[in-house]
Nanobody, 132 residues
Framework: EVQLQASGGGMVQAGGSLRLSCRAS????????IGWFRQGSLKGREGVSC????????YYIDSVKGRFTISSDHAKSTVYLQMNNLKYEDADTYYC?????????????????????????RGKGTLVTVSS
């Protein structure tokens, strides 16, 4: 059973940093892509950043490029999202999900679509609050 546990959310001032962690269990970590998504009360659900553990390929939504960094620690089966220079619009509930690339893996951008049909599990969210 795919299990994902997200942590690291909190309240920071604009310009501050947070590091989110997504600890995975119940599946072969190296065979999956792991992504961070946010609920998006105004924009709707969106894929923030994803990493394909098979080849290390990464994706970032345009609004976080240069500020967020995704990384994967295979020894700990954990994916991190380092978020720097946080903006008010980054405030949201973030959750992580595991996606199955399949035999013919699509581009990581495709797997980072929150409606990708290869999502195999999703963890509970962690709240990020950004104050001005």
């Amino acid at each position: 059973e795919v299990q994902l546990q997200a942590s690291g959310g909190g309240m920071v001032q604009a310009g501050g940093s947070l590091r989110l962690s997504c600890r995975a269990s119940g599946f072969i970590f190296e065979n999956y892509a792991i992504g961070w998504f946010r609920q998006g009360s105004l924009k709707g659900r969106e894929g923030v950043s994803c990493i394909n553990n098979r080849d290390g390929d990464t994706y970032y939504i345009d609004s976080v490029k240069g500020r967020f960094t995704i990384s994967s620690d295979h020894a700990k089966s954990t994916v991190y999202l380092q978020m720097n220079n946080l903006k008010y619009e980054d405030a949201d509930t973030y959750y992580c999900a595991a996606m199955v690339p399949g035999r013919s893996p699509p581009p990581i951008e495709t797997m980072c679509n929150p409606f990708y049909n290869g999502v195999d599990g999703r963890g509970k969210g962690t709240l990020v609050t950004v104050s001005s």
